[in-house]
């Protein structure tokens, strides 16, 4: 089992893969956009934790830059219907600090916004993914504080996301737009809010 790996970035393609060269040897690492683009430039070394996925037919190493990433990449292979792609894809909209914060919140919107989430789906997740997410080393607990005041915040915030969408922006266009909005505020003032981020 492959838990890491460090050597030289040797190669980054837009199919969701890098290759690091480790003593000779290289690796191809799946990844989510956001870490290949923090890996740097070609040519550097760099440190991956890794989770070593084995099936029937094929063996693939997923990479992610904290300990935290992979820790909550495992606990969603664990929900029903889950699978590697899937659960980098969360990982790709919602790092692992966020991820808590939404399901402290029980904010269906923002799992809605990983491609291939609806909203049953979304719904399920979101009463798997918190008895899952209770794992050592992973503070749930600092993310649920102040949940219940930040919820109609994050009503908002859904309906907010749903707007955009309907507009025809994509997931990563509105996960931004979004990002650190005040949850003190109105749908209205949040979506003129976002629309002017958008717009610059």
Not at 2 to 21: D, F, K, N, P, Y
Not at 26 to 54: C, D, K, Q, W
């Amino acid at each position: 089992m492959i838990g890491s790996v460090r050597g030289q970035l040797l190669a980054r393609w837009t199919t969701g893969e890098v290759l690091i060269e480790v003593a000779g040897i290289g690796y191809r690492v799946v990844v989510t956009p956001s870490t290949a683009a923090e890996l740097g430039e070609i040519g550097t070394e760099v440190f991956m934790h890794t989770h070593h996925h084995r099936r029937e037919d094929s063996e693939t190493l997923y990479g992610f830059r904290t300990a935290d990433e992979r820790l909550v990449f495992e606990a969603l292979l664990g929900a029903h219907g889950v699978g590697p792609s899937l659960a980098l894809a969360i990982l790709g909209v919602h790092p692992p600090a966020s991820l808590l914060r939404v399901l402290a919140d029980d904010d269906l919107g923002a799992l809605c916004l990983v491609p291939g989430v609806g909203k049953k789906t979304a719904a399920r997740l979101l009463i798997e993914l918190k008895s899952r997410l209770e794992i050592p080393d992973v503070d749930f607990g600092a993310a649920s504080e102040g949940a219940a005041s930040r919820r109609s915040g994050s009503s908002a915030l859904s309906d907010v996301r749903e707007a955009l969408s309907e507009l025809g922006y994509g997931a990563d266009e509105v996960a931004e737009a979004v990002r650190d909005l005040p949850a003190d505020q109105d749908t209205a003032e949040l979506l003129r809010l976002a629309l002017q981020r958008l717009a610059a």
